[in-house]
């Protein structure tokens, strides 16, 4: 099973700063990373897939990039909707995984 | 667009539970769907795909065995029957929409989740 690890674990950030969030993979999954958005009481939602496809609807002030076994999703500046868990996910090998998540919080 | 869960609550260990998602808005037969689950506090898992026509069908090695992913077209409905439930079982359960008609791994549309909590 591939193994996503992700750090940091909880950030504090204030609106309109950037941000960089790391997905490392235990092995390679080439570009078959995911990023999706959960927040408490809502239904989560896929950011990016591919690497770097932006889904439907998704604002461009999110991208991802990488390959192999590391993995970014960057915000260029954080809106209030966007303090959320954010988790990546491979689709490489069955079993498909996710990450542990990421939490943004307002500071 | 719209997935409902329904068919979560409370079982003993060792009980069995089925798990339906209706789904709504789009062409149901025409995408893979899969269910993925949220221990409280943890992370999220893949438990279950299962391809548009229901030929194919993948399992998480903690739950092959006990638990049975179906799908009706004709009635655009999922399902996950649970059987020899434990107490590790406990989790939010997720229905959701996979990217296309094959099983891809990427989900595209949630539900809003289902509890099911597994103790005595």
């Known amino acids: 099973e591939i193994v996503l690890t992700q750090s940091p674990a909880t950030l504090s950030l204030s609106p309109g700063e950037g941000v960089t969030l790391s997905c490392r993979a235990s092995?390679?999954?080439?570009?078959?990373l995911a990023w999706y958005q959960h927040k408490p009481g809502q239904v989560p939602r896929v950011l990016i897939y591919?690497?770097?496809k932006r889904a439907t609807g998704i604002p461009a002030r999110f991208s991802g990039s990488g390959s192999g076994t590391d993995f970014t999703l960057t915000i260029s500046s954080l809106e209030p909707e966007d303090f959320a868990v954010y988790s990546c996910?491979?689709?490489?090998?069955?079993?498909?995984?996710f990450g542990q998540g990421t939490k943004l919080e307002i500071k | 667009v719209q997935l409902v869960e329904s068919g979560g609550g409370l079982v003993q260990p060792g009980g069995s539970l089925r798990l339906s998602c209706a789904a709504s808005?789009?062409?149901?037969?025409?995408?893979?769907m899969a269910w993925v689950r949220q221990v409280p506090g943890k992370g999220l898992e893949w438990v279950s795909v299962?391809?548009?026509?229901?030929?194919?069908?993948n399992y998480a090695d903690s739950v092959r065995g006990r638990y049975t992913i179906s799908r009706d077209n004709s009635n655009h409905t999922l399902y996950l029957q649970m059987n020899s439930l434990r107490a590790d079982d406990t989790a939010v359960y997720y229905c959701?929409?996979?990217?296309?008609?094959?099983?891809?791994?990427?989900?595209?549309?949630w539900g809003q989740g289902t509890l099911v909590t597994v103790a005595t």
């Open positions: 959701a929409r996979d990217f296309t008609i094959t099983i891809y791994g990427v989900l595209i549309t």
């Open positions: 299962i391809s548009g026509s229901g030929s194919s069908t």
């Open positions: 591919e690497t770097s």
């Open positions: 996910q491979q689709r490489s090998n069955w079993p498909y995984t």
């Open positions: 808005g789009f062409t149901f037969n025409n995408y893979a």
């Open positions: 092995q390679n999954v080439n570009r078959y």
